[in-house]
């Protein structure tokens, strides 16, 4: 599963009986939705979050232990070679620190003492949180794009409210404050992208 799209969000809108008044242009949609990953990207310290399906090379400074920690998760490695020595993975380096279970590699064990020396770490592999994006992810994006969006495209500001009395129902709008940030339509967006971030933020070593 990849990134959600702008199609995903109409679908996700439509869903939650979230009525589109002022359509915007696909462009518009689709910067939208560009921007909320790169804010759960940023909120979640996973940069990148969705690896590439196809390995990558990665350079990085040497460690002064027999630890090393990259500044990224690391879904599968093919090879570690420090200056031009390849290291083999069953006798000479081992992932280490799979956080949350379903997460990432955070660090790499050596079997020796490693120098600091700049850029002396070659790593091969995929590297990101994971190589699909779990569907509560997905969600948590879209819904922090609806959050964004939601005045522009319903018109509406603030939170719409519904009460009912006996047999009539009044709907009326309150505006929307830090005390009001987790009620209404648009607080329960924005509670699922905090929530879903609390999930998936990334623990330092």
Not at 18 to 46: M, R
């Amino acid at each position: 599963m990849s990134y959600p799209t702008y199609l995903d969000l109409k679908a996700f809108l439509k869903g939650r009986g979230i009525d589109i008044c002022n359509d915007l242009s696909k462009a518009d949609w689709q910067n939208a939705v560009s921007a909320a990953i790169e804010q759960w990207e940023y909120e979640t310290g996973w940069d990148p979050f969705l690896a590439n399906s196809e390995d990558e090379t990665r350079i990085i400074d040497g460690p002064e232990s027999s630890l090393i920690f990259p500044d990224f998760g690391i879904v599968s490695l093919t090879s570690l070679t420090i200056g031009t020595t390849l290291l083999s993975s069953t006798t000479e380096y081992w992932l280490q620190h799979r956080r949350p279970r379903s997460g990432p590699y955070m660090a790499i064990e050596l079997a020796g003492y490693a120098t600091g020396e700049r850029r002396s770490v070659t790593l091969v592999g995929k590297f990101g949180y994971a190589l699909t994006v779990p569907q509560d992810v997905k969600d948590a994006i879209l819904a922090k794009v609806a959050f964004d969006l939601y005045s522009t495209i319903t018109g509406i500001e603030g939170e719409v409210r519904r009460e009912k009395q006996g047999p009539v129902e009044y709907e009326y709008q309150t505006p929307t404050g830090s005390d009001a940030k987790y009620q209404g339509t648009r607080g329960g967006l924005v509670r699922s992208f905090d929530e879903a971030v609390a999930r998936y933020k990334r623990p330092y070593l």
